[in-house]
């Protein structure tokens, strides 16, 4: 395996290569165990970079193996939120994608100082994201960069990510 240095950029969702690369990546990863196994819905990879772009609190990193976009290698979607405690805004990483190939390179890493450098020009007070408890490798890196699980005071325990479908 040959690592290579990705070539990272914000996603341009006006840009077609970006918009193909973008959801080719998330149905990638949504075809994954880790993503639950099963590709987008045809009404998902029609209208999510459209979705995307109308919202301006979203924003998306890529990574190609070289400035010539030609060959994707990872993605990741951030949406931004409010820390109601700080009363600043926080960026909530929502979909972290590197593809098989290219797995233990640090492309993942090298994507994430892009989210770090947007997300402090839009003065967000922090990162969060949700991981799976059986994802080792992804909470090895997501603690190597810095992350940590959550609580205000140990004795009350860890913060757990919850959902709630809505009909």
């Not at 639950?36 to 998306?60: D, H, I, M, Q, W």
């Not at 991981?131 to 080792?136: A, E, K, T, Y």
Request: hydrophobic share 45%.
């Amino acid at each position: 395996m040959n690592q290579r240095v990705p070539y990272v950029c914000r996603a341009d969702y006006a840009n077609p290569r970006h918009a193909q690369v973008l959801v080719e990546l998330l149905d990638a990863y949504a075809r994954d165990p880790m993503g639950g196994g099963e590709a987008l819905s045809a009404f998902a990879k029609g209208n999510l970079v459209n979705c995307l772009a109308a919202r301006p609190t979203a924003f998306s990193v890529l990574a190609f193996d070289h400035a010539d976009e030609k060959t994707p290698m990872g993605l990741i979607n951030c949406i931004e939120g409010f820390s109601t405690f700080a009363c600043q805004p926080l960026v909530n990483v929502h979909d972290v994608v590197v593809l098989s190939d290219y797995r233990g390179q640090r492309v993942a890493e090298a994507m994430f100082a892009l989210v770090h450098t947007i997300a402090a020009q839009r003065g967000a007070c922090k990162l969060t994201l949700e991981v799976l408890s059986g994802n080792h490798s992804a909470l090895r890196l997501y603690e190597r960069i810095g992350f940590a699980q959550y609580q205000l005071d140990p004795a009350a325990g860890r913060a757990q990510f919850m959902q709630k479908w809505l009909d």
